[in-house]
């Protein structure tokens, strides 16, 4: 299991989201990166711990799918985003039924899509970095 927590820079004593695997007691890299990455460009603390919160979400549906994050297309993004609307429940829906039964709001789906799509061009430029060096 996933989890965000929170840790205190020894330099800025500022507080930043960290997220780690509950079992291992280890960051989760490839988001520890990002958000890393975020707190750089100074990004605001709700947006970087937003970020935080919804790739833990992102990756929770990963680990219930067993699917790696670098094996994600099109297909499997829009089965999350129908999965994460519906509150993780119902994987099938018709489009007339999706906004009564929605257990989440346009703009939390919205937040979770960005914060993915931002991860995974950070993804891209860090693997276009270490290909030209």
């Known amino acids: 299991m996933v989890k965000v927590e929170w840790a205190i820079s020894p330099d800025t004593e500022s507080r930043f989201s960290c997220v780690f695997d509950q079992q291992t007691c280890l960051p989760i890299e490839p988001i ?3 958000l890393n990455y975020c707190r750089k460009r100074q990004l605001s603390p709700n947006t ?8 833990v979400d992102f990756w929770r549906w990963l680990e219930s799918k067993s699917l790696n994050w670098y094996d994600i297309g099109l297909n499997e993004l829009a089965d999350f985003v129908n999965w994460y609307l519906l509150g993780g429940e119902v994987e099938a829906i018709s489009e007339n039924v999706r906004e009564i039964v929605a257990k989440r709001s346009p703009r939390t789906v919205n937040q979770a899509i960005t914060a993915i799509q931002e991860f995974y061009q950070n993804r891209i430029q860090e693997s276009g970095a270490r290909i030209q060096n």
């Open 48 to 55: 970087v711990s937003t970020y935080a919160y919804r790739l």
């Open 32 to 34: 520890q990166r990002f």
